[in-house]
């Protein structure tokens, strides 16, 4: 029997027209420019052509348990890190291997009708760390957080770049209300 290409779906836009595969998803992603116009207060070279550059605001050290339930949760308990200065005066984090919770710079709001993702920036992967965060909903806006694995020491200055926030359109219904909308306005 001779190998036939799989027959890939059809999509439909919203006005109805039947798009071929590749257009179906053409779009699915928002500039980085789409991004930052609704975020403002950015530095110029935050802005990438597929996402914004987030910052380290703070870092924190947990250091009692949390609890995650069927009827709710309790984080544990944090301890900020206070950043070394450099000669300059530059305040510069110095972190061993561990977990730490590490606070964003920016104000983040995501807009309806759409979802927000984080990647680590691949200076951080290539200094054998990395960010891992959750979804960001719809209609979600604070000063986020997300986990830093640190692998290898490394310093990390505050207000350097350390992971790209992207964000792709999404159908769903309602927008964000729960408990961690808000943080650290």
Same mark, same amino acid.
């Given at each position: 029997?001779?190998?036939?290409?799989?027959?890939?779906?059809?999509?439909?836009? %919203?006005?109805?027209?039947?798009? *071929?595969?590749?257009?179906?998803?053409?779009?699915?992603?928002?500039?980085?420019?789409?991004?930052?116009? !609704?975020?403002?207060?950015?530095?110029?070279?935050?802005?990438? *052509?597929?996402?914004?550059?987030?910052?380290?605001?703070?870092?924190?050290?947990?250091?009692?348990?949390?609890?995650?339930?069927?009827?709710?949760?309790?984080?544990?308990? !944090? !301890?900020?890190?206070?950043?070394?200065?450099?000669?300059?005066?530059? *305040?510069?984090?110095?972190?061993?291997?561990?977990? +730490?919770?590490?606070?964003?710079?920016?104000?983040?709001?995501? %807009?309806? @009708?759409?979802?927000?993702?984080? +990647?680590?920036?691949?200076?951080?992967?290539?200094?054998?760390?990395?960010?891992?965060?959750?979804?960001?909903?719809?209609?979600?806006?604070?000063?986020? @957080?997300?986990?830093? @694995?640190?692998?290898?020491?490394?310093?990390?200055?505050?207000?350097? !770049?350390?992971?790209?926030?992207?964000?792709?359109?999404?159908?769903?219904?309602?927008? +964000?209300?729960?408990? +961690?909308?808000? @943080?650290?306005?």
């Amino acid at each position: 029997m001779a190998h036939r290409a799989p027959r890939w779906p059809r999509f439909a836009s %919203p006005t109805g027209t039947v798009l *071929p595969p590749l257009a179906a998803h053409t779009g699915m992603f928002r500039s980085g420019a789409f991004l930052a116009d !609704r975020l403002g207060d950015l530095d110029d070279d935050q802005v990438q *052509p597929n996402g914004v550059d987030l910052t380290l605001g703070a870092v924190h050290e947990q250091v009692d348990a949390g609890r995650i339930g069927r009827d709710g949760k309790t984080v544990g308990d !944090r !301890r900020e890190i206070d950043p070394d200065e450099t000669d300059d005066g530059t *305040p510069v984090y110095r972190l061993a291997p561990g977990g +730490y919770v590490v606070q964003y710079g920016e104000h983040i709001a995501i %807009p309806e @009708e759409h979802v927000g993702f984080l +990647y680590p920036r691949s200076s951080l992967l290539r200094n054998s760390c990395t960010i891992d965060t959750a979804v960001w909903d719809a209609g979600y806006e604070g000063r986020g @957080e997300g986990l830093l @694995e640190v692998h290898h020491e490394i310093e990390l200055e505050r207000g350097a !770049r350390i992971a790209q926030l992207v964000i792709a359109a999404a159908d769903h219904v309602g927008t +964000y209300d729960g408990s +961690y909308q808000g @943080e650290r306005l």
